[in-house]
């Protein structure tokens, strides 16, 4: 120990060891072992030195341990004899709620969304899969009611808490997922409801022209397999519907271009499972596509299957009696060229509009490069559309803040997508790719 500067514990490990051990050890082995203590020493030294260093380290630690051994949590508090309920033990905050067209849902906090400076660049706000894009984003808060229509005409509720909090960027989850929907029912709409008033109203409308107006109040109730909204035909399906004051003035397009445009006041209310009544009088192979409520000074864009457009001021709609024929909206002898309609929406020169092909080919254009025209003209090419494929879908894009930051920005109707100029063939959506026009 004097000669060698031994420890006991040292010196006895030595004596523990049996000749033949002894004899085995090589000098290079040990000075090895000697370099690496060397270096793990150091190591050591400088995390205690460094506190930064060593945060970074416990960091890393413990997100080893997290991906190893993380799961999420698998119990539930339930309500005991009444005494509290589990909203009582979710704090109430705002978020912005997004859905896509294939059905994907997902909640963030609403500041997520901040206003920016107009010319921003725009943020992420959702990667979404190929030939999907956002279409509704409503603001609410987690203690208030959300409300999904389906194309067979049923209603489902349930608290914004409810839908599962994702990432800015995550494409959300599948609807199905806590919506107990059948096979093929997709969502139509969705509209955030804080309390369901009496003096409000929800407006449905079908494929074959029926419509339907309902107190909101006739839809508090606790089932959470789904409510009848309207009963429909074996061939019908729900088109649209939307929240109204019971004063509003509808406009119903179809297919085949004809428009009606009538007062709420002309639909009575009626319970939550009655067919409605006729709004339109179609024919022979013609459906509607759209339903809006209108104000003055709005613009109404008609989209065809070939990608042809125009706005076309709401003023130019006469108000006539609901029930009857309709009147034109589009240039019916053009149809061979221009294809039927796919859709009409509400739009001011500030709005960004998308429009989706049949190969999943997106395009998004500003409102303001569509031409306005008459009620009867033929429009203008918005959109190139390859031969055998056709425009089946559009949606109203978020429009890019233009006032100063605010603390809370309005949030409107969403969709993403890349953006061209008018009369573009668009891109293929790059659910990976940062949208640089998209600014929430």
């Given at each position: ?31 090895a072992e000697y370099e690496e203590l ?94 999907d894009f956002v279409k509704d984003l ?144 179609l024919e022979k192979d013609d459906e ?153």
């Amino acid at each position: 120990m004097k000669k060698f500067g031994l420890s006991d514990v040292q010196a006895q490990a030595i004596l523990d060891m049996q000749l033949r051990r002894l004899q085995g050890l090589e000098r290079e082995k040990i000075e090895a072992e000697y370099e690496e203590l060397i270096k793990k020493i150091a190591y050591y030294n400088s995390l205690l030195e460094n506190e930064r260093l060593l945060m970074g380290v416990i960091k890393q630690e413990l997100l080893e341990i997290k991906e190893k051994y993380g799961d999420p949590r698998r119990t539930k508090i339930i309500r005991d004899e009444g005494e509290f309920e589990e909203e009582d033990l979710v704090e109430e905050e705002s978020v912005a709620i997004t859905l896509t067209h294939l059905g994907y849902i997902k909640r963030v906090p609403a500041d997520t969304y901040r206003a920016q400076r107009r010319g921003g660049r725009g943020i992420t706000g959702i990667t979404t899969r190929e030939n999907d894009f956002v279409k509704d984003l409503v603001m609410t808060s987690t203690h208030d009611y959300l409300m999904f229509f389906t194309n067979t005409g049923k209603a489902h509720k349930i608290k914004a808490y409810e839908v599962p909090e994702a990432a800015r960027t995550a494409k959300g989850t599948p609807a199905i997922n806590f919506l107990n929907l059948l096979q093929r029912e997709r969502i139509t709409a969705m509209i955030p409801v804080k309390e369901f008033s009496s003096e409000k109203f929800l407006v449905a409308v079908t494929k074959s022209g029926m419509i339907k107006k309902t107190s909101l109040d006739n839809f508090d109730t606790k089932r959470s397999t789904g409510l009848i909204a309207i009963s429909l035909h074996d061939d019908d399906s729900l088109i649209g519907i939307k929240e109204s004051t019971g004063n509003n003035i509808i406009i119903i397009v179809t297919k085949k271009g004809k428009y009606i445009s009538f007062s709420e006041r002309d639909v009575r209310p009626m319970g939550r499972t009655a067919a409605g009544v006729r709004a339109i009088k179609l024919e022979k192979d013609d459906e509607v596509v759209s339903m809006e409520l209108v104000e003055a000074g709005q613009q109404l864009l008609v989209v065809t299957e070939n990608g042809f457009g125009k706005r076309t001021p709401v003023e130019d709609y006469k108000v006539q009696v609901r029930g009857g024929k309709g009147v034109l909206t589009y240039d019916k002898a053009k149809f061979k060229r221009t294809g039927n309609l796919i859709g009409a929406m509400v739009v001011d020169k500030k709005d960004e509009v998308l429009l989706i092909n049949s190969d999943g080919i997106i395009i998004r254009i500003r409102a303001e490069e569509v031409s306005v025209l008459g009620r009867t003209t033929q429009g203008v090419k918005i959109m190139r559309v390859e031969e055998g494929t056709r425009i089946v879908a559009m949606a109203k894009a978020i429009r890019d803040e233009e006032d100063e930051p605010e603390e809370q920005p309005e949030l409107k109707k969403a969709a993403k997508g890349g953006k061209s100029g008018k009369g573009g063939k668009g891109a293929k959506k790059d659910s990976g790719e940062e949208d640089e026009q998209l600014t929430f």
